[in-house]
T-cell receptor, first 111, second 110 residues
Framework: GQQLNQSPQSMFIQEGEDVSMNCTSS?????WLWYKQDPGEGPVLLIA?????ELTSNGRLTAQFGITRKDSFLNISASIPSDVGIYFC???????????FGKGTKLTVNP | DADVTQTPRNRITKTGKRIMLECSQT?????MYWYRQDPGLGLQLIYY???????NKGEISDGYSVSRQAQAKFSLSLESAIPNQTALYFC?????????FGPGTRLTVL
């Protein structure tokens, strides 16, 4: 099956710092998604990207759909303690609603 | 009230026991999914259902079975639980690209 390479696996940062994480694949996809999982809860969609080169923001979060359609990155600016959690990239397989998820980036923010 | 609910939230069982995890949704979505989450491995798809009469295997269906009792209900069964099925299990529904996840069931098999 399709594999997404998500990095880094974990990050430990100080409050106020900016964060960047990315996801790559050997295959081309038409949709890239970023989800966040708060501790003890299920993942929630943060940002959806549908066009190569697209840059989309959601508050302090910014995500980009790579021009090659094989990668995406997520940036968080001025991190705060509630940014703690696991961030997953995901892609839509072949037009179905079935998603493939990356292995996640676990973010820890020290106050 | 939550749109996607899972019961139980936590379960400890013994090797060889039959276990059923239940999922209900009030979103009116046709598409439902069961995932397993292990530390460092992300979310792996076990089974999915695009409507009541449609059931499909995901990446890791061995050792699991499902039942779609109604549009709103999708159950996951472990016929004979084994320790390496200890994990966090999530149910989800979808419309378009957005999947809506339940709060998860933490299953421990001793």
């Amino acid at each position: 099956g399709q594999q997404l390479n998500q990095s880094p696996q974990s990050m430990f940062i100080q409050e106020g710092e900016d964060v960047s994480m990315n996801c790559t694949s050997s295959s081309i996809f038409n949709t890239w998604l970023w989800y966040k999982q708060d501790p003890g809860e299920g993942p929630v969609l943060l940002i959806a990207l549908y066009k190569a080169g697209e840059l989309t923001s959601n508050g302090r979060l910014t995500a980009q759909f790579g021009i090659t359609r094989k990668d995406s990155f997520l940036n968080i600016s001025a991190s705060i303690p509630s940014d703690v959690g696991i961030y997953f990239c995901a892609v839509n397989q072949g037009g179905s609603e079935k998603l493939v998820f990356g292995k996640g980036t676990k973010l820890t923010v020290n106050p | 009230d939550a749109d996607v609910t899972q019961t139980p939230r936590n379960r400890i069982t013994k090797t060889g026991k039959r276990i059923m995890l239940e999922c209900s949704q009030t979103k009116g979505h046709d598409r439902m999914y069961w995932y397993r989450q292990d530390p460092g491995l992300g979310l792996q798809l076990i089974y999915y259902s695009f409507d009541v009469k449609d059931i499909n295997k995901g990446e890791i269906s061995d050792g699991y079975s499902v039942s779609r009792q109604a549009q709103a209900k999708f159950s996951l069964s472990l016929e004979s639980a084994i320790p390496n099925q200890t994990a966090l299990y999530f149910c989800a529904t979808s419309r378009g690209d957005t999947q809506y996840f339940g709060p998860g069931t933490r299953l421990t098999v001793l």
